[in-house]
């Protein structure tokens, strides 16, 4: 199948990249898992082993009422915690294949509904935001926008930084969550090709 390629020629690219059926399950498993291995997990809570106190026995142990030994018991405020919570991982595992597969689905996609563009290059002499701006209202972009290159150099990220909802990223640091988030995906020629290798 051929892209078509804002100011030259279209581009010949693979129809299981780029013509991949749209599997909706799979890319919510796949965005969910992205997400979920962000999360920390710090949640922590002390047992009673862990809590700062003394270990004296608080009372003689007859004629006092209930026999207690030390006050970091978890049944004393103060004291430690019976279950007590530790950090943990949230990540979840997905195959490469699966992954890739996800993100087969969500080009395919975006280009099904002529949200992937492609142009020859970015064309910045320098980084100036008035041109990256005057460059995406020639592409007819709006809204949630990702620019995804070969290589992003740093004269692509300060003059794309100023510009609200506007990203940047190589082909490398591509993932589902920035693919899905997005309204437009304007790439590079050389940039689809990699995508291209990637996935195919």
């Known amino acids: 199948m051929e892209l078509n390629v804002t100011g030259a020629k279209p581009m010949k690219v693979s129809e299981v990249v780029f013509g991949a059926e749209f599997r909706e399950h799979l890319i919510h498993q ?49 004291g430690g915690v019976t279950f007590a919570a530790k950090p943990r991982s949230f990540e979840q595992k997905v195959n490469r294949k699966m992954y890739r597969g996800a993100l087969r689905s969500i080009v395919a996609e975006l280009n099904r509904q002529e949200r992937f563009k492609v142009v020859e290059d970015f064309g910045l002499e320098s980084a100036k935001t008035k041109a990256m701006a005057a460059k995406l209202a020639e592409l007819d972009v709006s809204g949630r926008v990702l620019l995804v290159s070969e290589s992003a150099t740093e004269d692509l990220y300060m003059a794309a930084r100023n510009i609200p909802y506007v990203h940047v990223v190589d082909v490398a640091a591509l993932n589902p969550v920035s693919l899905v988030g997005a309204d437009y995906v304007v790439a590079t020629v050389e940039s689809v090709k990699k995508l291209e290798e990637w996935l195919a």
């Open 30 to 78: 796949v965005v969910v898992a992205y997400q979920a291995g962000g999360r920390s997990g710090t949640k922590a809570q002390k047992t009673r082993s862990e809590v700062n106190g003394t270990t004296k026995k608080s009372k003689r142990q007859k004629g006092g009422g209930a026999r207690h030994g030390a006050l970091t018991a978890p049944i004393f405020v103060g």
